[in-house]
């Protein structure tokens, strides 16, 4: 049974909290009375989204934006000692922050590989490793990776992409082995096709066979409410009914 209101005064970092799969996921949170910190590249979208957090009714919860790049160790390092400066520490850390540029592997940009390896693997990387220390001296945390179906079911003309999240499924599955014993559970959602604006698409009348956005919120947001002997380390999620 959940118990909605053991997320109030627990602090999450959302990352890729601007828009998408990150703005639902801080939403589902914030309206669970969690005190929320997201971040995203672009100070104008991180406005628009505490916007829209604002709007939405919450139990409590406090909600503090900040740019940072993820790719940026010492951007990764200030985003969690801000959490923990500003919300007493950092007990959620959803990794969700991701792009994706898709194309055949001869035709793809030395730039596009990087941009997709640093973003969605090397990352996550900088913000575990940076959220690490201060959930062990809190006890415990969560870390919740944001990876996707791709990772596990290559395809053409998605090399990087699929490479960089399979990537992320096994730094995902070995620090929840490292870190288990510390009170740190670590899981993946491995979502399928999600109306976002996600590699540049836009939501269209077409795109009512995918996920919704707050269908992958929800799935993080029970993963959060199982008890502390229950660790689903891995999650699929995908469209009942897929495309022909
Ligand atoms: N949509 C799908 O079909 C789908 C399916 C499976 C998995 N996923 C995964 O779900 C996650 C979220 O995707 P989405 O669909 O919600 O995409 P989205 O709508 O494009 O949102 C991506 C978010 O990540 C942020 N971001 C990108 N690069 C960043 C960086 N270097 N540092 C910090 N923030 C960065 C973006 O903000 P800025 O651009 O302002 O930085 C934005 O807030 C990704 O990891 C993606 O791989 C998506």
Same mark, same amino acid.
């Given at each position: 049974?959940?118990?909605?209101? %053991?997320?109030?005064?627990?602090?999450?970092?959302? /990352?890729?909290?601007?828009?998408?799969?990150?703005?639902?996921?801080?939403?589902?949170?914030?309206?669970?009375?969690?005190?929320?910190?997201? =971040?995203?590249?672009?100070?104008?979208?991180?406005?628009?989204?505490?916007?829209?957090?604002?709007?939405? @009714?919450?139990? $409590?919860?406090?909600?503090?934006?900040?740019?940072?790049?993820?790719?940026?160790?010492?951007?990764?390092?200030?985003?969690?000692?801000?959490?923990?400066? %500003?919300?007493?520490?950092?007990?959620?850390?959803?990794? *969700?922050?991701?792009?994706?540029?898709?194309?055949?592997?001869?035709?793809?940009?030395? +730039?596009?590989?990087?941009?997709?390896?640093?973003? *969605?693997?090397?990352?996550?990387?900088?913000? =575990?490793?940076?959220?690490?220390?201060?959930?062990?001296?809190?006890?415990?945390?969560?870390? &919740? *990776?944001?990876?996707?179906?791709?990772?596990?079911?290559?395809? $053409?003309?998605? /090399?990087?992409?699929?490479?960089?999240?399979?990537?992320?499924?096994?730094? /995902?599955?070995?620090?929840?082995?490292?870190? #288990?014993? +510390?009170? &740190?559970?670590?899981? =993946?959602?491995?979502?399928?096709?999600? +109306?976002?604006?996600?590699?540049?698409?836009?939501?269209?009348?077409?795109?009512?066979?995918?996920?919704?956005? !707050? +269908?992958? $919120?929800? /799935?993080?947001?029970?993963?959060? =409410?199982? @008890? @502390?002997?229950?660790?689903?380390? #891995?999650?699929?999620?995908?469209? !009942?009914?897929?495309?022909?």
């Amino acid at each position: 049974m959940t118990d909605a209101s %053991q997320f109030i005064g627990r602090s999450a970092v959302v /990352t890729g909290g601007s828009r998408g799969i990150g703005l639902a996921t801080a939403i589902a949170l914030r309206s669970a009375g969690a005190d929320v910190l997201i =971040c995203g590249r672009s100070a104008d979208a991180l406005e628009a989204a505490a916007a829209q957090i604002a709007s939405v @009714p919450a139990v $409590a919860g406090r909600l503090v934006t900040q740019t940072a790049d993820v790719r940026e160790p010492e951007q990764a390092e200030r985003l969690i000692a801000s959490a923990v400066e %500003q919300l007493g520490g950092v007990e959620i850390l959803i990794n *969700n922050a991701g792009v994706g540029r898709f194309s055949p592997l001869a035709e793809l940009e030395v +730039d596009d590989w990087r941009e997709m390896i640093e973003t *969605n693997l090397s990352g996550v990387f900088h913000c =575990c490793r940076a959220a690490i220390p201060a959930m062990k001296q809190r006890g415990g945390g969560w870390i &919740i *990776n944001v990876s996707s179906l791709a990772g596990k079911h290559p395809f $053409a003309g998605g /090399t990087a992409y699929c490479a960089s999240k399979a990537g992320l499924n096994a730094l /995902t599955e070995s620090l929840m082995q490292e870190v #288990r014993r +510390d009170g &740190i559970r670590v899981s =993946c959602v491995l979502p399928g096709s999600v +109306d976002t604006r996600f590699a540049g698409n836009e939501s269209s009348a077409d795109a009512g066979w995918k996920l919704a956005a !707050s +269908d992958v $919120a929800q /799935t993080v947001f029970d993963l959060l =409410c199982h @008890p @502390p002997r229950s660790l689903p380390s #891995r999650v699929e999620i995908r469209p !009942s009914v897929p495309r022909k």
